[in-house]
């Protein structure tokens, strides 16, 4: 009918023009094109923020409300990374970097080291709200940010980005080309794990110490899976051990059934100062096989910033 208006396609996950543009020309960084946004994108992120309020304050830790209370979030609208950063900079020096995509592990790594968070700027369809294979800008910004406004949280990140520098410099110290490749897949792939068990699916005791809170963005951004890691019987949940955790495969596409505590962020830090150690003292040269699976793009950047220095 002539006048129509069609809906803008908007910024969506399962289709984002801007997003393919920018792949097709290689743009890894770009800027976050809010005029796109459709009804429907703001409707997702409505349908979603508003659902989490009552299950952040039964499950979440108490760092995690600070900091959602902090960035000042809009539950109706998906929220424009300028006025994220603008309250979240000023409280750890941290920032939301928009991204057309993955970023392969140790440019991810770099990012946190330099303070930058590399963020998603679509979002799921209001349709499959409940699951979703890769980020976006809802677990990325409502289940990530938040911990990143608390001071020894962000320090741990950015120790997490100097133990990328290190598995480099160490690469670079190996001659034989096909041993570098091997060890360095060993340690990027418990890199991997240990940032899985942590980040983004972590727990940790109750400050009085009774119960568990959430800090992981993976569970602090799923309705389902955020109550099921705290009160389901047949989750396997553990003191966090480093040896454990760097040999413990994991699988995306289901509920973690094993999960692992840490006491505080204090001690979360202290974990990522024994990653490194043993990095460099040789125990992540051999750990188990099995997932992640470490992609070519993944190895690729750890090996070219080993041969840059």
Same mark, same amino acid.
């Given at each position: 009918?002539?006048?129509?208006?069609?809906?803008?396609?908007?910024?969506?996950?399962?289709?984002?023009?801007?997003?393919?543009?920018?792949?097709?020309?290689?743009?890894?960084?770009?800027?976050?094109?809010?005029?796109? %946004?459709?009804?429907?994108?703001?409707?997702?992120?409505?349908?979603?923020?508003?659902?989490?309020?009552?299950?952040?304050?039964?499950?979440?830790?108490?760092?995690?409300?600070?900091?959602?209370?902090? !960035?000042?979030?809009?539950?109706?609208?998906?929220?424009?990374?300028?006025?994220? *950063?603008? #309250?979240?900079?000023?409280? &750890? /020096?941290?920032?939301?970097?928009?991204v057309? =995509?993955?970023?392969?592990?140790?440019l991810?790594?770099?990012?946190?080291?330099?303070?930058?968070?590399?963020? &998603?700027?679509?979002?799921?369809?209001?349709r499959?709200?409940? %699951?979703?294979?890769?980020?976006?800008?809802?677990?990325?910004?409502?289940?990530?940010?938040?911990?990143?406004?608390?001071?020894? #949280?962000?320090?741990?990140?950015?120790?997490? /980005?100097?133990?990328?520098?290190?598995?480099?410099?160490?690469?670079?110290?190996?001659?034989?080309?096909?041993?570098r490749v091997?060890?360095v897949? +060993?340690? &990027?792939?418990a890199?991997?794990?240990?940032?899985?068990?942590?980040?983004?699916? /972590?727990?940790?005791?109750?400050?009085?110490?009774?119960?568990?809170?959430?800090? =992981? $963005?993976?569970?602090?951004? $799923? %309705?389902?899976?955020?109550?099921h $890691?705290?009160?389901?019987?047949?989750?396997?949940? %553990?003191?966090?051990?480093?040896?454990?955790?760097?040999?413990?495969?994991?699988?995306?596409?289901?509920?973690?059934? !094993?999960? #692992?505590?840490?006491? +505080?962020?204090?001690?979360?830090?202290?974990?990522?100062?024994?990653?490194?150690?043993?990095?460099?003292?040789?125990?992540?040269? *051999?750990?188990?096989?099995?997932?992640?699976?470490? +992609?070519?793009?993944? !190895?690729?950047?750890?090996?070219?910033? +080993?041969?840059?220095?």
């Amino acid at each position: 009918m002539a006048g129509t208006q069609t809906e803008p396609i908007g910024l969506t996950t399962t289709r984002a023009p801007f997003i393919e543009q920018a792949q097709a020309s290689g743009q890894l960084y770009i800027h976050q094109p809010y005029e796109l %946004y459709s009804e429907a994108n703001h409707d997702a992120w409505r349908r979603l923020f508003g659902r989490m309020g009552e299950r952040w304050q039964r499950y979440a830790n108490e760092r995690f409300l600070e900091g959602i209370a902090s !960035l000042c979030l809009d539950a109706d609208r998906v929220p424009r990374l300028d006025d994220v *950063n603008r #309250f979240l900079h000023p409280l &750890t /020096g941290f920032k939301a970097k928009p991204v057309s =995509g993955y970023v392969p592990s140790f440019l991810f790594f770099d990012c946190l080291r330099n303070r930058e968070f590399p963020t &998603t700027i679509t979002i799921r369809d209001g349709r499959t709200l409940d %699951y979703l294979p890769e980020p976006d800008i809802f677990h990325d910004i409502a289940g990530h940010v938040p911990m990143h406004t608390d001071r020894a #949280f962000a320090d741990t990140l950015v120790r997490f /980005g100097d133990c990328a520098h290190t598995a480099a410099e160490l690469a670079a110290g190996i001659r034989d080309e096909a041993e570098r490749v091997r060890r360095v897949t +060993s340690i &990027t792939k418990a890199m991997a794990r240990f940032f899985w068990f942590t980040i983004e699916f /972590g727990l940790m005791q109750s400050r009085d110490g009774k119960g568990l809170k959430a800090y =992981g $963005s993976g569970l602090l951004s $799923s %309705y389902g899976e955020l109550a099921h $890691s705290i009160d389901a019987a047949d989750v396997q949940r %553990y003191p966090i051990r480093l040896e454990w955790v760097i040999n413990q495969y994991f699988e995306i596409h289901h509920y973690q059934p !094993l999960l #692992f505590v840490v006491d +505080s962020f204090d001690h979360l830090f202290e974990l990522v100062v024994e990653l490194e150690r043993w990095m460099k003292a040789g125990k992540l040269d *051999n750990v188990s096989p099995g997932e992640p699976a470490i +992609s070519e793009a993944d !190895l690729a950047s750890f090996l070219a910033a +080993s041969t840059a220095r």
